[in-house]
């Protein structure tokens, strides 16, 4: 059974986490308020899943997230908080955080993100239907790297080791099939959220970002308007 650590400093939204987290089939092993609680709770014990808010008060769930990582632990991380900052999100992506959701929280949205990460009953590959000439070409989403439309009608698939092939289904469809381990940042644009390696100021336009995403073998920049941040988290 998967442990949680709880971190908010609000009593009600505590114990609703909380009944979540219970009708989930998990354990809550501590909550905390603040973030002296939550790290003495990682310095003399330990969690799977580390739920927390980015606003602790006089501290930051980001920095809980550091000195967690600095005593040689690596709880799963899962934001809730109500910002939209995008120096959070971009934050959120540098840290490889599990999810971010924003409050209000609802219990499907918490349990779409344990079905997708954390149950191993759902543990099996989630396979995205393409259609490429004639025939129909199934392909494992986490193979994906990045999807790029290239016409009207045409789309590129470039799957991690550098294969590609072009296909004629619709970005729209294929998102439909998608799990949130495929994102869009962009709407000519389907990538691979494992594989986002940072996100940098863009260099042609103003107040708007590239995502840099990589297999360790092919790299690729990608747009990303300012108001999609919040999307690819």
Do not use: W
């Amino acid at each position: 059974m998967l442990s949680v650590c709880i971190v908010e400093s609000d009593a009600i939204n505590q114990r609703i986490l909380s009944k979540y987290i219970h009708r989930l089939g998990c354990t809550v092993n501590k909550i905390a308020g603040t973030y002296a609680e939550a790290l003495n709770h990682f310095i003399t014990s330990q969690s799977d899943i580390l739920l927390t808010e980015i606003f602790l008060g006089e501290s930051c769930g980001f920095d809980l997230c550091r000195s967690i990582h600095e005593l040689g632990k690596n709880p799963h991380i899962i934001i809730i908080s109500s910002s939209i900052q995008p120096e959070h999100f971009i934050s959120a992506i540098q840290m490889k955080v599990t999810d971010y959701i924003l409050k209000p929280i609802s219990f499907e949205r918490l349990r779409r993100v344990f079905i997708e990460h954390f149950n191993l009953a759902s543990d099996q590959k989630h396979v995205i239907t393409f259609r490429h000439g004639s025939k129909q070409v199934d392909i494992n989403e986490q193979d994906i790297l990045y999807i790029e439309k290239i016409s009207t009608h045409k789309c590129q698939v470039v799957l991690k080791g550098g294969e590609r092939f072009e296909s004629t289904t619709p970005l729209k469809e294929i998102c439909k099939q998608a799990t949130s381990h495929l994102v869009v940042p962009h709407r000519s644009f389907i990538i691979n959220r494992g594989c986002i390696q940072s996100i940098v100021p863009s260099l042609y336009s103003f107040d708007n970002y590239e995502v840099i995403i990589s297999d360790g073998k092919d790299t690729a920049t990608v747009p990303l308007p300012r108001r999609r941040l919040k999307y690819i988290v």
